[in-house]
């Protein structure tokens, strides 16, 4: 079994930071691309930003400039420091990897739970 537990949502105001966390649990064997989707109500799910195991990354161009996405490969964590929240960034965020599990030769597309970002004065 594969986790992937997320944290450090909450409410912010306009202009204001967070970070988000991504720590991935279980037998793992190697992790690929590890990245951050987000879904805002009434809208589908976007991909945000995306880390390969190499240290590639790419973003969204809404947020190209304002967040980073970085990870700890020895932790299989992936962060996303989100800067300059507008109301529109409000969405739950999602973390997502490409895991492969130990013991097998096929990787998973495993997801969290979810957290909310909630921008708002």
């Known amino acids: 079994q594969v986790q992937l537990v997320e944290s450090g949502g909450g409410l912010v105001q306009p202009g204001g930071s967070l970070r988000l966390s991504c720590a991935a649990s279980?037998?793992?064997?190697?992790?690929?691309?590890m990245g951050w989707y987000r879904q805002a109500p009434g809208k589908q799910r976007e991909l945000v930003a995306v880390a390969t195991s190499g240290g590639s990354t790419n973003y969204a161009d809404s947020v190209k400039g304002r967040f980073t996405i970085s990870r700890d490969n020895a932790k299989n964590t992936v962060y996303l420091q989100m800067n300059s929240l507008k109301p529109e960034d409000t969405a739950v965020y999602y973390c997502?990897?490409?895991?492969?599990?130990?013991?097998?030769?096929?990787?998973?597309?495993?997801w969290g739970q979810g957290t909310l970002v909630t921008v708002s004065s």
């Open positions: 279980g037998s793992i064997f190697n992790i690929n691309a």
């Open positions: 997502n990897a490409d895991v492969l599990p130990g013991g097998t030769w096929r990787y998973l597309d495993a």
